[in-house]
């Protein structure tokens, strides 16, 4: 009897701690930014961080070595959540959300990036991050670095979402709090933004999906604001597709045309003038690696 009793009060010291553990936990975000609905927290973490990175352009292995171009290694105070999205929620509706509160929050974006244009997922996942639950696939990624000015302190965030082979979908955001002695410099950062960002004047780069006709939405937000209103602006819109040993030279310029054609159709139908957009196929020309890349669109205007 003894025994059963002894057995009886461990069991509800367990359900307790466990009970107020889920609750802590349930309780945590970030200030201002609430939880994407019906999400779970699978981690948190905070502390003193030193050494963390900030990254402000795509990651690439070279030499065996993983690096960014544009990288800042700080110091402060670090916290971090990671989200299990719902089921039958996409990474991009993860980013657009936790962007939008970012956003609310005046926090300003030094580098963005999406899909295969922010490099290989498991180099973020397995190096950067040190998160081997946010390895996942390269075209189902998104990336970005913002900061704020809050009481002579900067906030840094960073924000990933990606969606694993096995369609969960994991959403990260951290904050490092650095002195002002620090600070990196937001403007001086946006000021050397690797040429793949969306700046107005400049170009954006596109994943058409030609073969599933699919663009997504804030690809198509992000050339109407490079419009800013003006619809009369020519653009001119560069295919680009992978390179193919086999495959005559003609063919790959016009498989790459094809996948110009398919963002002017959609353009068409957002309401730009079908003769102020000007197609091209460049085959393999703009592709870093001509043999691993991935077709997209360059969208250039023509001012």
């Not at 694993?164 to 959403?171: K, T």
């Not at 002002?180 to 596109?206: N, T, W």
């Not at 309401?271 to 690696?289: A, H, K, M, R, Y």
């Amino acid at each position: 009897m003894t025994m059963q009793r002894i057995r009886l009060f461990l069991w509800l010291i367990f359900v307790c701690v466990s009970a107020n553990a889920s609750n802590s936990l349930e309780a945590e975000s970030l200030p201002g930014i609430e939880r994407y609905p019906n999400a779970e927290i699978v981690r948190y973490a905070y502390g003193k961080k030193t050494n963390y990175p900030l990254v402000g352009s795509a990651v690439k292995k070279v030499n065996g070595i993983v690096r960014a171009d544009e990288e800042y290694r700080l110091d402060g105070q670090w916290l971090r959540i990671i989200y299990l999205l719902p089921e039958g929620h996409t990474s991009d509706a993860g980013f657009q959300y936790f962007s939008d509160r970012l956003k609310q929050l005046k926090v300003e974006a030094i580098y963005q990036c999406e899909n295969r244009h922010c490099g290989r997922s498991n180099l973020w996942a397995n190096t950067v991050f040190e998160e081997a639950n946010l390895y996942g696939l390269d075209k189902e990624q998104f990336y970005s670095l913002s900061a704020r000015q809050v009481d002579g302190k900067t906030e840094y965030y960073v924000l990933y979402t990606v969606r694993r082979g096995n369609r969960r979908v994991y959403a990260m955001v951290d904050r490092l709090t650095v002195n002002a002695s620090q600070d990196i410099s937001v403007k001086a950062a946006q000021e050397r933004r690797v040429p793949s960002d969306p700046l107005p004047g400049c170009y954006i780069d596109v994943v058409t999906g030609k073969a599933s006709g699919s663009v997504a939405s804030q690809d198509i937000d992000k050339i109407m604001a490079m419009l800013d209103g003006d619809r009369s602006i020519p653009l001119l819109l560069a295919g680009v597709s992978s390179h193919v040993s086999h495959v005559p030279v003609d063919q790959q310029l016009e498989a790459s045309r094809q996948e110009a054609k398919t963002l002017q159709i959609l353009l068409v139908e957002h309401g730009i003038p079908e003769e102020q957009l000007f197609v091209i196929g460049t085959g393999s020309l703009l592709l870093d690696d001509p043999e691993k890349g991935m077709p997209f669109v360059r969208v250039l205007p023509l001012k």
